[in-house]
């Protein structure tokens, strides 16, 4: 099985709204830093994701930062800022691509797509991670290894 490429996009710091301050368990206004990435497999784009983190816990991640990196992003919030990701939650449906989605992923408007969303949690119960993806199941079904 190859290994997905990460390819990130854009990282930029914004003020938490109503969803990500629910979501991650932060005052509404409280800073956070929103990552957009690909992963491609052999080439493909396959999955676009939206990632939300509160700013405090990230203070120092930058899309340089994202672009040096080659392991993967939990060993990436791991190594560089000491965070153990303890268990995930996640919700997933089924979406058709909009124009942004299926530019990005290099398929048809209307297709079918799975939205996975998914909260991280650290020790304590601490929500530090609430990322949205879609995924393109044309080539690749989605894979969840229960442990």
């Not at 490429?5 to 409280?30: F, N």
Request: a neutral charge.
């Amino acid at each position: 099985l190859s290994h997905p490429k990460s390819v990130p996009l854009d990282c930029w710091r914004a003020k938490a709204g109503q969803e990500a301050s629910r979501m991650l368990a932060i005052e509404v206004g409280a800073p956070i830093i929103i990552v957009r990435r690909l992963l491609k497999f052999a080439a493909r784009p396959v999955v676009i994701d939206e990632i939300y983190l509160p700013g405090e816990v990230f203070q120092g991640l930058t899309a340089e930062v994202l672009h040096a990196w080659n392991g993967s992003l939990y060993s990436l919030f791991e190594t560089r800022f000491g965070l153990r990701m303890i268990r995930a939650q996640e919700r997933i449906r089924a979406v058709a691509a909009d124009r942004g989605a299926a530019e990005a992923l290099q398929i048809a408007e209307g297709t079918p797509l799975l939205s996975v969303e998914r909260v991280t949690y650290t020790y304590g119960e601490r929500p530090v991670e609430w990322r949205r993806g879609l995924y393109s199941t044309t080539e690749h079904y989605y894979l969840n290894e229960l442990n």
